[in-house]
């Protein structure tokens, strides 16, 4: 758990969090930087949440149930992994081929830029509308675009 606050705090308050902190059982570690401070309790919220999934564990599912999670994680697993390899693929050497033509990546752009306001959207009905309209200028000024025109 991390408990961010501000610069400002006075020394006061951030007395307070620890000492309450300190009152839930557990071991605050204070960072004090230029913008913010930080009382981190991760060590022992970690394992006071992983006790807590083991008697969940221990007491309310069996082999069986474990071995069928482990499963179905694993075949998630798998097809996530796949997928990426797929998608990687497909769209690497399709991005290079685009974004080493800037003539074809200046025609291409409107387009990516419309579809990427819209996809992501589980419902389309509800997205909000997107200007489509064409940039004539491109999204990196970099020399190896302006150079080729």
């Given at each position: 758990?991390?408990?961010?606050?501000?610069?400002?705090a006075?020394?006061?308050?951030?007395?307070h969090?620890m000492d309450r902190?300190?009152?839930?059982g557990?071991?605050?570690?204070?960072?004090?930087?230029?913008?913010?401070?930080?009382?981190?309790?991760?060590g022992?919220?970690?394992v006071?949440?992983?006790t807590?999934?083991?008697?969940?564990?221990?007491?309310?599912l069996?082999?069986?149930?474990?071995?069928?999670?482990l499963?179905?994680?694993?075949?998630?697993?798998?097809?996530v992994?796949v997928l990426?390899?797929?998608a990687?693929s497909?769209w690497v050497?399709g991005?290079v081929?685009?974004?080493?033509?800037?003539?074809?990546?200046?025609?291409?752009?409107?387009?990516?830029q419309f579809?990427?306001?819209r996809?992501?959207?589980?419902?389309?009905?509800r997205?909000?509308?997107?200007s489509?309209?064409?940039?004539?200028t491109?999204?990196?000024?970099?020399p190896?675009t302006t150079?080729?025109?």
């Open positions: 758990m991390i408990v961010n606050m501000s610069a400002t006075t020394e006061e308050q951030i007395h969090v902190i300190k009152e839930c557990f071991l605050p570690h204070l960072i004090q930087g230029a913008e913010r401070t930080v009382i981190g309790v991760v022992l919220a970690t006071w949440v992983a807590i999934i083991v008697r969940f564990v221990a007491t309310e069996t082999l069986s149930d474990i071995a069928t999670v499963e179905l994680g694993c075949l998630t697993l798998v097809r992994v990426i390899g797929l990687t497909l050497p991005g081929y685009i974004g080493l033509r800037p003539k074809l990546a200046e025609r291409l752009q409107p387009l990516a579809r990427s306001c996809s992501g959207l589980p419902n389309r009905r997205a909000p509308r997107c489509a309209t064409p940039m004539r491109p999204l990196v000024d970099h190896a150079d080729r025109r």
